[in-house]
């Protein structure tokens, strides 16, 4: 194995993944992120699953497509989101099994 110095990550790649981080962090976000999974959906969809009001759902939303989490594309009078990419899919679902409340619950016990 060769020996490397780790790259140096430049301070605005920094701010923007901390940021990000904080988007996905806010317990609605979260739902939303989770509720849209792989799939494609309209803000109705979400707002029938996660049970708040359109405005709130359509105000986090934006959120996470300013932070670049979420994409979304119009379809008459319809705003669909999906998760941006793969990757961040990936993410999501890593960090629900690392954290979830059972997962929690068994490192209080060590």
Same mark, same amino acid.
């Given at each position: 194995?060769?020996?490397?110095? %780790?790259?140096?990550? %430049?301070?605005?790649?920094?701010? *923007?993944t901390a940021d990000a981080l904080k988007a996905m962090g806010? %317990?609605?976000r979260w739902k939303i992120l989770c509720t849209l999974g792989d799939n494609e959906m309209s803000v109705g969809e979400?707002?029938?699953k996660i049970g708040t009001s359109q405005?709130?759902?359509s105000q986090h939303l934006d959120q996470l497509r300013n932070k670049n989490i979420v994409t979304?594309?119009?379809d008459a009078n319809r705003i669909y989101y999906r998760v941006?990419?793969?990757?961040? *899919?990936? *993410?999501?679902g890593t960090m629900r099994s690392v954290l979830c409340h059972v997962n929690l619950d068994d490192m209080s016990s060590e």
């Amino acid at each position: 194995m060769e020996d490397s110095v %780790p790259d140096k990550t %430049p301070e605005e790649d920094i701010t *923007l993944t901390a940021d990000a981080l904080k988007a996905m962090g806010h %317990p609605l976000r979260w739902k939303i992120l989770c509720t849209l999974g792989d799939n494609e959906m309209s803000v109705g969809e979400i707002v029938e699953k996660i049970g708040t009001s359109q405005s709130n759902v359509s105000q986090h939303l934006d959120q996470l497509r300013n932070k670049n989490i979420v994409t979304s594309r119009r379809d008459a009078n319809r705003i669909y989101y999906r998760v941006r990419n793969g990757q961040l *899919l990936e *993410l999501i679902g890593t960090m629900r099994s690392v954290l979830c409340h059972v997962n929690l619950d068994d490192m209080s016990s060590e």
